[in-house]
């Protein structure tokens, strides 16, 4: 006959009862609060001042080893509960490091050693619930653990490499995410992400580059977001020996002042490198706001930089070829004039042929201007075509309070069109910010020239379509804002047209 009796006797032990009650206490809490974890959290509190206190009365110390009563389900039950009680310690004394351990307000510090410490508590209940509710020596397992932390640390040295130095990255902080950073001028980018093992770079490119933790430990790392954005460009280029230093120094300022994307403070600087019989090395040194910025402004720079040089008749040097050689091209060059290298680089002129182009530098007027002078004032209307031929001009719109700056225009750069073809009125302000020579083409000499080059009105009217769609977007443009965007170069091809009429009833 079966004997019931210990059955019997282990269902009548609170414990039994309040280990039932925990278990469904448990599934009750996560059906109920599922999406609530303040819920959770607080109920998980209470069964754990519960657990302690029917242990304390049940004679169950939770760090002393299990006393057996010899009946093997009760010695289970007692020993569920202090198995239950370590890990809900556990995670109690987890949440409270969590929820007060902060490191110097950096919350990603704070969450790091959250971990590493949360890791270190969890540890240390296992080795709690082996010693005192299974009974077993720690010393030896210890001794075990070690020999096999060796092993897997030998096996494991690169990952481990990469997390420790993660953890000291995170730690030292040399650059955090949406920073521009250059690390070992081989991988630049915007870090977006940065974990245990590796940083996550979002190349120029749009690559993204995952570098080890380890590797960047090693690297000569470059912060270009700090202290501050800002980025400073080094260019150097070689000029013609022929031209004098003072006159290209000049030259290149006026290039560095063309260009809006390089910041005024910290101001740029030049510096003549070297000179020899063959070329000047020039040194050009800038900044700009942020690194995203600095292929744009190298590659504005270099467009000054040439159109420049162009409209002053001053070569850039050839190193590759001998002195004797260069000088030998040089003179089997054609003598042209400043108007007729300045037209070479208007765009609206660039199907023309060179006969053509010197046929309509002959009717270039010259002015010029210093700096200071406003070239165009708010009402004017302008019936002639003007091309800068040095210098740099600054085009500004009347604000409410003060004049904003809408863009600057160097050599190749023309305005007046707009007025010339439309009659109506500017409202935009030009002034020039050095020594400006400008050339004047009268309406008379540009209409003939519309109705023979179609190509010429066709990229006339693309040209002031694109200006005045960008103008928009700013609010100055001259054209009549009924006109739709996408209907600009039509609407400046009919008044081209009317243009031609005008011309041919006179």
């Known amino acids: 006959m079966v004997d019931y009796s210990p059955l019997i006797d282990t269902a009548s032990d609170p414990l039994v009862v309040v280990l039932a009650l925990l278990t469904m206490g448990a599934l009750v809490t996560h059906l109920l609060f599922r999406h609530s974890p303040l819920a959770r959290a607080i109920v ?13 009365r049940g004679g169950i110390v939770p760090y002393r080893p299990l006393e057996l009563t010899g009946t093997p389900l009760r010695d289970v039950v007692h020993g569920a509960l202090k ?25 990603r510090e704070g969450k790091l050693l959250q971990d590493l410490l949360a890791g270190l508590v969890y540890l240390a209940a296992v080795f709690a619930i082996i010693s005192y509710v299974f009974n077993l020596p720690i010393q030896g397992l210890l001794a075990t653990s070690g020999a096999i932390a060796i092993i897997l640390g030998l096996a494991l040295q690169s990952t481990l490499s990469d997390v420790f130095s993660g953890l ?52 000569t ?42 910041m005024t403070a910290p101001g740029p600087t030049l510096v003549v490198k070297s000179i020899n019989a063959a070329y000047t090395e ?35 040097a050839s190193p590759q070829l001998s ?47 210093e700096k200071g002078d406003i070239l165009l ?4 209307v302008l019936q002639s075509l003007f091309i800068v031929g040095t210098g740099v001009l600054s085009v500004t719109r009347n604000d409410a309070e003060a004049d904003a700056e809408l863009t600057r225009l160097g050599p190749g750069d023309h305005f007046g069109e707009i007025g010339m073809l439309t009659g109506t009125p500017s409202v935009a302000k030009i002034i020039a910010q050095t020594p400006v020579v400008v050339y004047e083409l009268a ?64």
């Open 443 to 506: 309406k008379a000499d540009i209409t003939p020239l519309l109705a023979a080059r179609p190509q010429v009105s066709q990229e006339l009217c693309r040209a002031l379509a694109e200006r005045q769609a960008r103008a928009r977007s700013v609010g100055t443009a001259e054209v009549d804002g009924s006109v739709p965007t996408n209907r600009l170069t039509s609407w400046f091809a009919e008044r081209i047209n009317r243009l031609y009429e005008i011309a041919g009833a006179k």
């Open 168 to 219: 000291v990255l995170n730690f030292s902080r040399p650059y955090r995410p949406g920073d521009w950073v250059s690390i070992d001028a081989a991988t630049e980018g915007r870090v977006i992400e940065m974990n245990w093992r590796a940083t996550h770079v979002l190349t120029g490119r749009l690559d993204l580059a995952i570098v080890p933790n380890s590797a960047i430990a090693k690297s």
């Open 282 to 316: 020039f040194e050009i040194t800038f900044f700009v706001s942020g690194l995203a910025l600095v292929t744009q402004a190298r590659n504005e720079l270099f467009d000054w930089i040439f159109r420049h040089l162009a409209a002053s008749g001053i070569d850039l």
């Open 83 to 107: 198995i239950a009680w370590w890990l809900w310690a556990a995670w109690f004394v987890v949440g409270v490091l969590r929820a007060f351990l902060i490191v110097e307000h950096r919350p």
């Open 221 to 262: 790392i470059v912060n270009a977001s700090s202290p501050s954005s800002i980025h400073g460009i080094v260019v150097t280029l070689q000029i013609d020996a022929k031209a004098p230093p003072s006159m290209c120094t000049v030259i290149l300022e006026h290039a560095v002042l063309n260009c809006r994307s390089i």
């Open 323 to 369: 002195p004797a050689l260069t000088a030998r091209l040089r003179h089997a060059r054609a003598p042209r004039s400043a108007p007729e290298r300045l037209l070479d680089l208007v765009t609206i002129f660039a199907t023309l042929t060179p006969s053509e182009r010197s046929a309509i530098a002959t009717n270039l007027k010259q002015h010029s201007y």
């Open 44 to 56: 998980r509190v209470v069964c754990l001042v519960m657990l302690t206190i029917a242990l304390h």
């Open 377 to 380: 004032k708010h009402g004017d």
